[in-house]
């Protein structure tokens, strides 16, 4: 029976060279919910700017043991087979930090982040705490995490993971309800594969402007991004073409 392992870390920050230093997730699926939560150690200092975030602090990692050593990373590894769902908000950040403590994921990847682009395009923000609130996630999770014996904090692994656990949730409805005839598990497992098309400039000069719009009244402008911009995220590189095509 496949397992659905929805998972969030918290890292020193979120350069190159960052670690993971928290690792939290929920195993749903088999006849009991697995609960794993782990500080652990890193030869990288925390930045100030990352303990700003999550409030981790180098005290609260003394005497821990290296994350691939934690019992949560052994049973992900135990875990990680190509029947089984990981799910994750923004997994390509998450992922990219378990593949520096040597874990390459069997499993299939739902990226809530992305379906949420994908389904809810019109939304002012897709952040996992703006949907907490947006949704109404707030009012029904006190009694999640008692239930399941876990705190939930902002910005915290765990607590993120009880917020995505409940969003998920509701993503499946708006997925099911899209896509009436698909597997909303499996549709969202392809939704996260699948580029997003930008509609609308959200920076720069054209900020507001449809990019249709742009397209056919400032092509050029669209070729500048492509050839001279090295950080357009792949979505917006995506789009460009789309419409320039």
């Known amino acids: 029976m496949a397992k ?5 870390t918290e890292t020193t920050g979120v350069g190159e060279s960052d670690r993971v230093i928290q690792l939290g997730y929920i195993v749903l699926g088999a006849k009991e919910i697995e609960v794993h939560n782990e500080f652990n150690s890193s030869e990288i200092p925390i930045s100030f700017g990352a303990m700003e975030v999550h409030g981790i602090t180098p005290d609260l990692l003394e005497g821990k043991p290296l994350c691939r050593d934690t019992t949560a990373y052994k049973r992900l590894e ?18 990219k930090m378990l593949e520096k403590e040597g874990f390459t994921t069997q499993m299939k990847v739902i990226d ?13 923000a897709h952040r996992l705490q703006y949907f907490r609130y947006k949704m ?19 910005h915290d692994a765990i607590g993120d993971v009880l917020v995505l656990k409940l969003f ?7 997925v099911t309800e899209m896509f009436p005839h698909d597997n909303p598990v499996e549709k ?4 996260t594969k699948t580029p997003i098309l930008v509609k609308t400039f959200r920076f720069g000069k054209h900020k507001g402007k449809e990019l249709e719009e742009v397209a056919r009244e400032d092509a050029g ?4 991004m492509l050839s001279s911009m090295e950080n357009l995220d792949d979505d917006m590189r995506y789009s460009i073409n789309h419409y320039l095509t």
Not at 112 to 124: F, N
């Open 4 to 8: 659905y392992i929805i998972l969030d």
């Open 78 to 95: 135990e875990l990680n087979i190509s029947e089984n769902y990981l799910i994750i908000h923004n997994a390509p950040f998450d992922i």
């Open 112 to 124: 809530t982040l992305r379906v949420a682009k994908h389904v809810l395009p019109d939304e002012d």
């Open 136 to 154: 109404g996630l707030y009012k029904e999770e006190e009694k999640e995490a008692s239930a399941l014996g876990v705190v939930v904090k902002a």
């Open 168 to 174: 998920l949730s509701k993503l499946k409805v708006v």
């Open 188 to 191: 969202m497992v392809e939704l």
């Open 221 to 224: 402008y669209l070729r500048w």
